[in-house]
């Protein structure tokens, strides 16, 4: 997409000026910047997604032992996705190529949402001040308001 070329593009003198030591802090800030513009999701997607990331995860430790999250589960992950994907029939296919369209017009419901806010908020927030800063020179304030899992109003600076 072009906003995630764009943001690419930003931090590219960064990473082509950078050490070699210092190449992994630029490339998580790099990877948390580009997630900002990821799919949203309605409910019963995210669990349908959900359930099909379970379901290679856990073919990659039957079948090679990896545990998920671990380094060894990487190696195996993107061959095991095309295993699954070459097993699936057409009529499948097909349901899965129109699911990847609408996930990718979609958001999350609230509890997702919640969810979502309560584990990437922060970061997102920290990362949208130290970009600012880094790129304008500007402090900023963010003070946020969400509902959580329960429907309470929670608020923070």
Request: glycine share 6%; proline share 5%; net charge negative.
């Amino acid at each position: 997409m072009a906003q995630e070329i764009s943001e690419l593009k930003n931090y590219l003198p960064e990473w082509t000026a950078a050490q070699w030591e210092e190449k992994p802090g630029i490339f998580t800030a790099i990877t948390q910047a580009v997630r900002l513009f990821a799919p949203k999701l309605d409910h019963g997607e995210w669990k349908k997604r959900k359930q099909n990331r379970d379901d290679v995860l856990k073919r990659i430790e039957e079948e090679y032992g990896a545990k998920p999250g671990g380094w060894d589960m990487f190696k195996h992950y993107q061959a095991t996705v095309r295993k699954v994907i070459a097993e699936l029939l057409d009529d499948e296919l097909e349901k899965a190529k129109e699911t990847a369209e609408e996930w990718s017009h979609s958001i999350p419901p609230p509890e997702i949402q919640a969810q979502v806010t309560g584990k990437k908020g922060p970061t997102y927030m920290e990362h949208f001040s130290n970009e600012m800063w880094r790129q304008c020179g500007m402090r900023v304030f963010v003070l946020s308001a969400w509902k959580n899992e329960q429907g309470q109003v929670l608020f923070g600076t």
